[in-house]
């Protein structure tokens, strides 16, 4: 009897150590209850509408009558259209999504793809209230967008400083997940500065809060309810969260927003070059310890960084004393400079460290380039290469003085290891210009067989380094 009271006695006492230990553990654990009674009512419900041609049933009206059941049943509501087939009625689109309101003033941030198209913008506040929005301007290339509803005293939410957040710490976000308004989810900050594809211009907060459609251009929340960031996209397979998303930092919106509120547009600085990583092949053959830096391709002839001297081949390493850590930091650190201001830039070229200022110009809204060509000629079977001379004709367009079409390319030989294909255009070797297939082929002969050789190419109208590593024999 004693040692069954001595088991109880210890089974309390260490089911009250547990109890105490799980208490302990939920103080340590945030408390989000009084950020959503300060935020909420900034979070508004946007839902957007566009009126789009519907085209008629290839089946007609089958007299007024309601569609046959057996059509219906492989068709559902909409029939296949044929090529030609005539226009019908014209009916309204509707999407969702959230955004919150800036400026009491009646100035509220959203996603350029919430609102992209729409006819009709109309915004819903956390008092029910529903009002039309105007847009007052978008930015695609950072997907944010600036509304403004005809209203004062909205209750504007607090803005932090987005460059102070840290991986690790606790953030909420609040919106309207499939229409569900005013849902809150919470996680952590899994990484900063992340840099997504054709979203060169916005180093993103990754998160795992749940987010899901209806959650785009909402708030993402610190734990003093200051507004971090956007939330504009997720990385899925399936179409849900899936424990990866991403919001645009609040510094990089905000100075969009007053852009777009004072200009009407985004000016964002612009080089005129063409960049591609560092890989650790193309780090030996520049000389480089690491893999840092930007190494430029090619250059708008007319562009402000041919302008300021630079050259294909150069690795831009810092901007204004920032360091470039990888070819997608480039973009942003030149974006965020006020067109037609100076920019000092550190580059690596041909081995040794310079110094650069050159004048940054204004974005320009498209770019392009194509490149045709005919002939053969051997090139050394060194390369496992075959090549043709270049007719004038493509050296004026593509704006070089030299360079040799790849005709073929041996599968087993040196230049298909480095990626080189046939079609390719061989601009440079070794940092030594390619005038023509035979001096192409005394350039070959005296290269180093103990070392990544760098390898200028013009492919799709676009420039691209390879590193090239010959062996011996």
Do not use: C
Not at 230 to 257: C, E, H, K, W, Y
Request: avoid cysteine; hydrophobic fraction near 40%.
């Amino acid at each position: 009897m004693k040692r069954m009271t001595r088991h109880l006695s210890l089974w309390m006492l260490l089911a009250t150590a547990l109890l105490a230990w799980q208490t302990a553990m939920a103080r340590e654990l945030p408390d989000f209850t009084e950020l959503v009674d300060q935020a909420a009512p900034g979070v508004v419900n946007i839902s957007t509408s566009r009126m789009v041609e519907r085209q008629a049933s290839p089946f007609g009206e089958f007299g007024g009558q309601e569609i046959p059941e057996i059509f219906r049943h492989f068709f559902g509501d909409r029939f296949p259209v044929p090529p030609g087939g005539a226009p019908g009625r014209s009916e309204e689109r509707q999407s969702l999504g959230s955004g919150f309101i800036i400026d009491e003033a009646g100035y509220i941030m959203t996603n350029a793809h919430v609102v992209e198209g729409a006819d009709e913008i109309l915004v819903r506040l956390n008092d029910r209230r529903e009002l039309e929005a105007e847009l007052i301007g978008a930015d695609t290339k950072t997907d944010v967008a600036l509304l403004k509803v005809d209203a004062d005293g909205l209750p504007a939410l607090t803005l932090a400083d987005s460059d102070d957040l840290r991986v690790g710490e606790w953030v909420a976000a609040i919106g309207s997940p499939f229409g569900f308004d005013h849902s809150v989810t919470a996680g952590i900050v899994s990484a900063i500065d992340r840099t997504l594809p054709r979203d060169a211009y916005v180093p993103f907060i990754q998160t795992d809060v749940a987010i899901n459609p209806g959650n785009s251009g909402g708030p993402l929340f610190n734990l003093d309810g200051e507004v971090v960031g956007i939330n504009s996209q997720i990385f899925t397979r399936s179409g849900g969260f899936m424990g990866l998303s991403f919001a645009i930092p609040i510094n990089v919106a905000l100075d969009v927003a007053d852009q777009l509120r004072d200009d009407g547009r985004v000016s964002r600085g612009w080089l005129g070059v063409m960049i591609q990583p560092v890989s650790r092949d193309l780090a030996e053959s520049f000389g480089m310890d690491n893999t840092e830096g930007a190494l430029i391709a090619d250059l708008d002839p007319e562009g402000p960084a041919a302008q300021g001297g630079l050259q294909a081949g150069d690795v831009i390493l810092e901007v204004n004393g920032e360091a470039v850590e990888s070819s997608s930091t480039l973009p942003r650190l030149i974006g965020r400079v006020s067109p037609g201001s100076d920019v000092e830039l550190t580059l690596l070229r041909d081995g040794e460290r310079r110094e650069e200022t050159v004048t940054v110009g204004d974005w320009p809204d498209s770019q392009g380039g194509t490149a045709t060509g005919q002939g053969e000629e051997p090139a050394p079977a060194r390369l496992g290469i075959a090549v043709a001379p270049l007719e004038d004709a493509e050296r004026r367009e593509l704006g070089i003085e030299g360079g040799v079409r790849v005709r073929e390319v041996d599968p087993r030989g040196t230049a298909a290891q480095a990626g080189i294909r046939a079609g390719d255009i061989l601009v440079s070797i070794d940092q030594s210009a390619v005038e023509n297939p035979d001096q192409l082929a005394e350039l070959v002969t005296g290269l180093p067989d103990d070392r990544a050789i760098p390898v200028r190419l013009y492919r799709d109208g676009r420039s691209l380094f390879v590193a090239l590593r010959l062996s011996r024999g």
